[in-house]
């Protein structure tokens, strides 16, 4: 039972009016709660139908996706596009796609800009992965040179 923004229903304090109960106690019925008296309930659940009253839908936290973030210092950087394979196979072999973000960007203006936080939020993002170094070839150890995967 949900209303939309420009639905003009009944509110909870009118039912609690006409029910004759607290704004608190009609908000327990409509929720389900069980701490209510079953006459209480009744006239409320009553005013509830008579006035077409629609339960406003709660606020729930963002379902888990299969997106990990992989937030990289630049995206010019010698050691990115490894790293991506690493976190991309790695990601697939977990049922997951992987969504890749210059840590900071430059605006017009050259201003250095920081918005990877705010979408990988409204992305609903289940983790994140950070390479925010640049690794030069000589401090890498030998190893990675023999097809070592990067993680």
Sequence with gaps: MAR?????????AVVAREAGVSVPTASKVVNGREDVAPETRRRVTEVL??????????????KPTAIV???VHSLDSTW???VLHGAAEAAHEAGLEVVVSAAATRSRGGRLE???PEK????????????????????TPGSMSG?????
């Design 4 to 12: 939309s923004s420009g639905s003009t229903g009944p509110t909870l």
């Design 114 to 116: 920081y918005g990877w």
């Design 49 to 62: 139908d008579r006035l077409g009253y629609i339960r406003r839908p709660r606020c729930e936290a963002p």
């Design 120 to 139: 990988l939020y409204a992305r609903g993002s289940s983790g994140v992965l950070f390479h925010l170094i640049d690794l030069a070839p000589p401090s």
């Design 80 to 82: 990115s596009g490894a």
């Design 69 to 71: 973030d992989l937030v």
């Design 147 to 151: 097809g070592s995967r990067l993680c």
